[in-house]
């Protein structure tokens, strides 16, 4: 079942590797679905035919798609004929006489949907990085096909009995096909396959019910911004901003009727941008407020029975498949497993992060002291003062410090050049590879041996029609059953220099390439019979681990010295700017992390809770207040990053039980850069076991299994505190 296929096509926003913690978490998904009427299908399948480029299997090298023959009007047909065939497929695998076996049910659902996986993968990523108002209206037109798709599959009874059968008769089979017949399997109890026709009944309207509940709360938290705008009058209010901020303000106060007056709009996380700047502590006070207290009563839109209303929904539904909350349902295909091994991950880190933010806190309270302020500090000061600690301590020009990262070096003498130190593998240019922009770079990966891996695609720079952010994909994804290798994409926004000028890198952006290549090497590494374990198809709190790995050769000394020359003098980057890049980089880091973990503390206290439990929840704000004291991480001035009235990931988006991710990954990066540090560091020896036991496996193995092979234990939080420089609290 091309599950991550299907998905790659309805939105870019669900492409195999999602990097960071995105503000918009709403699945293209939903919003399509929620956007779409019912279109009539007048037979555009019956248009498929030899003359459109996903008939048949591209025939350049390593099944590349060819874009001197594909247009945007091969896409629908190709998809309406991918789903017919799939589904023609699934019926012929359910409907077989033979009993069943694990090669006529599982290894058949494995080839099955090659005409969809092939169109979905090339719609989804040119959708993503080179898509138009037509590629976004088509997505929202496949949405509720593709959902149907997917439900003939998963409700089909005939085809769950074959592959409960298979299950059943499990001890027959090892390694990656037993992991597969499980993962299958689990696929179908989870979705209910198992439950009496009342409990599908139920399950049903519950999913329909938290649909319409997800959907309330996102709209809502569009009417709380206008509800809760601070509208400002005397432009005098608005000191510390510059004229052009000022300028926006006046023109969204514009946009809103008020000529004459400033709107300051609230962004979805408790903490707002402009506090830092603004001079004026009561029109912060107010600003700050207007966010934080959002849907918690203090307007109209009130989203507090919605949170209750889902943790109670939630807790049913997993009640019903057998488990005890939402979390131990969700969790159970995670690394984690169960929601207590992701709250102890979190509450180990609880001491070291709260003793930092003190710290933090006294140097904050210091210069508050120093200008004969008489007051302690509240949320809203804390981003405006630690900017004027940061101007006094970590002053550093990030101009200079582009000089010495130009694009073309940093690709091929940093990450190139790191990626050939570890794991011996080189990166070819093929020119005669067509591509969907002009400026794509495509390469050849040749192993060690000199033998080819696949293709890479660096699609780095920013277009109109490209989503936000940095991200990983694939048109092609490995497999040893159907004789595929890797065809790999990373997705940056690197803004070009004009021509014949050099592209300057910020730190952040050398960081992020080299975090993408990690991904890419999950894909193109990847060494599995079966195509849906491959690579990147891994829960989602491992899935960030390879690439966060990655990220920190970017200050690897060997690295460095090959990369960081001055893009005109040639010049080594001095160590004392290195150091300022250093100390920048976790400057404020105790306070960022607290309100990370208060959020993803908090995401927990509601999933783990009964339905009985739910169902008590009072108030809210008091439920969340408990939640914050019971984990230790109440802190006045560090609220949680997002508080629970207006918590996208978790109640208008696919994070619920799953904020803790990112910091779980990075766990793992920490411990397992540590590791490779203290053994020798950059080394073809290094490369090879983490590739043996990490990056070659894919979802073939329980993941916590791959990396103790690596690691030889289960990680701490120590390297992960190390990373973020919060090991040495500043104060006890
Ligand atoms: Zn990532």
Same mark, same amino acid.
């Given at each position: 079942?091309?599950?991550s296929i299907?998905a790659v096509?309805i939105g870019?926003?669900?492409?195999?590797?999602?990097?960071g913690?995105?503000?918009a978490?709403?699945?293209?998904?939903?919003?399509a679905a929620e956007?779409?009427q019912?279109t009539?299908?007048?037979?555009a399948?019956?248009?498929?035919?030899?003359s459109?480029?996903?008939?048949? %299997?591209?025939?350049?090298?390593?099944?590349?798609p060819?874009?001197? @023959?594909?247009?945007?009007a091969h896409?629908?047909?190709?998809?309406?004929?991918?789903?017919?065939?799939?589904?023609?497929?699934i019926?012929?695998?359910?409907a077989?006489?033979?009993?069943?076996?694990?090669?006529n049910?599982?290894?058949?659902?494995?080839?099955?949907?090659q005409?969809?996986?092939?169109?979905?993968?090339?719609?989804?990523?040119v959708a993503?990085?080179a898509?138009?108002?037509e590629?976004?209206?088509?997505?929202v037109?496949?949405a509720?096909?593709?959902?149907?798709?997917?439900?003939?599959?998963?409700?089909?009874?005939?085809l769950?009995?074959?592959?409960?059968?298979?299950?059943e008769?499990?001890d027959?089979?090892?390694g990656?096909?037993?992991r597969?017949?499980?993962?299958?399997?689990?696929?179908f109890v989870?979705?209910?396959?198992?439950?009496?026709d009342d409990?599908?009944?139920?399950i049903?309207?519950?999913?329909?019910e938290?649909s319409s509940?997800?959907?309330?709360f996102?709209?809502?938290?569009?009417?709380?911004?206008?509800?809760?705008?601070?509208v400002v009058?005397?432009?005098?209010?608005?000191a510390g901003l510059?004229?052009?901020q000022i300028a926006?303000? &006046?023109?969204?106060?514009?946009?809103k009727d008020?000529?004459?007056? =400033?709107?300051?709009?609230v962004?979805?996380?408790t903490?707002?941008p402009?506090?830092?700047?603004l001079?004026?502590r009561?029109l912060r006070e @107010?600003?700050w407020k207007a966010? &934080?207290?959002? #849907?918690s009563g203090?307007?109209?839109?009130?989203?507090?029975p919605?949170v209750?209303?889902l943790?109670?929904l939630r807790? %049913?539904?997993?009640e019903?498949? #057998?488990?005890?909350?939402?979390?131990a349902?969700?969790l159970?295909?995670?690394?984690?497993?169960?929601?207590e091994?992701?709250?102890?991950?979190l509450r180990? *880190?609880?001491?070291a992060?709260v003793?930092?933010?003190k #710290?933090?806190?006294?140097?904050?309270?210091?210069?508050?002291?120093a200008?004969?302020?008489?007051f302690?500090?509240?949320?809203?000061?804390?981003?405006?003062y630690?900017?004027?600690?940061?101007?006094e301590?970590?002053?550093?020009?990030?101009?200079?410090?582009k000089?010495?990262?130009?694009?073309?070096r940093?690709?091929?003498?940093?990450v190139? =050049?790191? /990626?050939?130190?570890?794991?011996? +593998?080189s990166f070819?240019?093929?020119?005669d590879?067509?591509t969907?922009?002009?400026?794509?770079?495509?390469y050849e990966v040749?192993d060690?041996?000199g033998e080819?891996?696949?293709?890479?695609?660096?699609?780095?720079f920013t277009?109109?029609?490209?989503?936000?952010?940095?991200?990983?994909?694939?048109?092609v994804?490995? $497999?040893h059953? /159907?004789?595929?290798?890797?065809?790999?994409l990373?997705n940056?926004n690197?803004?070009?220099?004009a021509?014949g000028?050099p592209?300057?890198?910020?730190?952040?952006?050398?960081?992020? /390439?080299?975090? %993408? /290549?990690?991904?890419?090497?999950?894909?193109m590494f990847?060494d599995?019979m079966?195509?849906?374990?491959?690579g990147?198809?891994?829960?989602?709190?491992y899935? %960030?681990?390879?690439?966060?790995?990655q990220?920190?050769?970017?200050?690897n000394?060997k690295?460095?010295a090959?990369?960081?020359?001055?893009?005109?003098?040639?010049?080594? +980057?001095?160590q004392?700017?290195?150091?300022?890049?250093m100390a920048a980089?976790?400057?404020?880091?105790?306070y960022?992390?607290l309100?990370?973990?208060a959020?993803a503390?908090l995401? *927990?206290?509601?999933?783990?809770l009964?339905?009985?439990?739910?169902?008590?929840?009072?108030?809210?704000n008091?439920?969340?207040?408990?939640?914050?004291?019971r984990?230790?991480v109440?802190?006045?001035?560090v609220?949680?990053?997002?508080? $629970?009235?207006?918590?996208?990931h978790?109640?208008?988006?696919?994070?619920?039980?799953g904020?803790?991710?990112?910091?779980?990954?990075?766990?793992?990066?920490?411990?397992?850069? @540590?590791?490779v540090?203290e053994n020798?560091g950059?080394?073809?020896e290094?490369g090879?076991?983490?590739?043996d036991?990490?990056?070659?496996k #894919?979802n $073939?193995?329980?993941p916590?299994?791959?990396y103790?092979?690596f690691?030889?234990?289960k990680?701490?939080v120590?390297?992960?505190l190390?990373?973020?420089?919060l090991?040495?609290?500043?104060?006890?």
């Amino acid at each position: 079942m091309r599950k991550s296929i299907i998905a790659v096509a309805i939105g870019a926003a669900l492409t195999v590797a999602a990097c960071g913690d995105k503000e918009a978490a709403q699945t293209a998904t939903e919003q399509a679905a929620e956007q779409t009427q019912q279109t009539t299908e007048q037979g555009a399948a019956a248009e498929f035919n030899q003359s459109n480029p996903f008939y048949a %299997e591209s025939s350049l090298p390593f099944q590349a798609p060819d874009f001197t @023959k594909i247009e945007f009007a091969h896409y629908e047909p190709a998809l309406l004929a991918g789903i017919e065939e799939h589904a023609k497929e699934i019926e012929a695998i359910a409907a077989n006489s033979e009993p069943a076996t694990f090669e006529n049910t599982i290894v058949a659902m494995e080839k099955s949907g090659q005409l969809l996986g092939r169109v979905a993968a090339v719609f989804g990523n040119v959708a993503g990085s080179a898509g138009n108002d037509e590629f976004r209206a088509l997505q929202v037109k496949m949405a509720p096909k593709f959902a149907a798709h997917s439900d003939n599959i998963n409700l089909n009874a005939d085809l769950f009995a074959r592959v409960k059968t298979v299950y059943e008769n499990r001890d027959q089979l090892e390694g990656e096909a037993l992991r597969l017949v499980e993962d299958t399997y689990k696929g179908f109890v989870r979705a209910g396959a198992e439950l009496s026709d009342d409990q599908q009944a139920r399950i049903r309207e519950i999913n329909s019910e938290m649909s319409s509940v997800t959907t309330e709360f996102r709209n809502n938290l569009m009417n709380l911004v206008d509800e809760n705008m601070v509208v400002v009058e005397d432009k005098a209010e608005l000191a510390g901003l510059t004229e052009s901020q000022i300028a926006r303000l &006046a023109s969204t106060a514009e946009s809103k009727d008020m000529p004459g007056k =400033y709107v300051i709009t609230v962004t979805n996380t408790t903490r707002q941008p402009i506090l830092s700047s603004l001079e004026n502590r009561e029109l912060r006070e @107010k600003v700050w407020k207007a966010s &934080a207290l959002r #849907g918690s009563g203090n307007t109209a839109t009130d989203n507090r029975p919605l949170v209750k209303k889902l943790a109670e929904l939630r807790a %049913e539904k997993a009640e019903l498949l #057998g488990y005890e909350n939402w979390g131990a349902y969700v969790l159970e295909r995670s690394m984690a497993s169960a929601p207590e091994a992701a709250q102890s991950m979190l509450r180990d *880190l609880v001491p070291a992060v709260v003793s930092n933010v003190k #710290g933090e806190m006294v140097a904050i309270q210091d210069v508050i002291n120093a200008e004969g302020g008489e007051f302690e500090v509240e949320p809203w000061d804390w981003a405006f003062y630690a900017e004027k600690v940061r101007a006094e301590k970590y002053a550093m020009d990030s101009n200079e410090v582009k000089q010495y990262f130009e694009f073309n070096r940093v690709v091929e003498d940093g990450v190139f =050049y790191a /990626m050939n130190q570890l794991f011996g +593998i080189s990166f070819e240019k093929r020119d005669d590879i067509p591509t969907y922009a002009d400026d794509i770079v495509v390469y050849e990966v040749k192993d060690v041996d000199g033998e080819s891996l696949g293709l890479f695609y660096g699609d780095w720079f920013t277009r109109d029609g490209k989503r936000g952010g940095a991200w990983m994909s694939s048109f092609v994804s490995q $497999s040893h059953l /159907m004789d595929t290798k890797p065809v790999i994409l990373n997705n940056m926004n690197i803004t070009k220099a004009a021509d014949g000028e050099p592209t300057l890198l910020s730190f952040d952006e050398v960081s992020t /390439m080299f975090h %993408e /290549m990690g991904h890419a090497l999950h894909g193109m590494f990847s060494d599995v019979m079966y195509p849906s374990l491959a690579g990147t198809s891994v829960s989602r709190d491992y899935v %960030e681990f390879p690439s966060t790995f990655q990220e920190d050769w970017t200050l690897n000394p060997k690295v460095l010295a090959n990369m960081a020359k001055h893009h005109e003098t040639g010049e080594q +980057i001095p160590q004392e700017l290195l150091d300022k890049v250093m100390a920048a980089k976790n400057f404020n880091m105790g306070y960022d992390t607290l309100e990370y973990i208060a959020a993803a503390l908090l995401d *927990l206290e509601y999933h783990t809770l009964t339905k009985e439990a739910a169902a008590s929840i009072e108030d809210v704000n008091q439920f969340e207040e408990g939640a914050l004291v019971r984990n230790g991480v109440d802190v006045d001035a560090v609220p949680p990053r997002y508080r $629970s009235n207006f918590f996208a990931h978790v109640f208008a988006g696919g994070y619920s039980a799953g904020y803790y991710a990112y910091m779980w990954s990075e766990v793992l990066a920490a411990d397992a850069f @540590k590791y490779v540090q203290e053994n020798g560091g950059l080394t073809l020896e290094n490369g090879q076991a983490f590739r043996d036991a990490i990056l070659s496996k #894919g979802n $073939s193995k329980d993941p916590m299994q791959q990396y103790i092979d690596f690691r030889g234990q289960k990680p701490t939080v120590d390297a992960l505190l190390e990373r973020r420089g919060l090991t040495a609290p500043k104060i006890d």
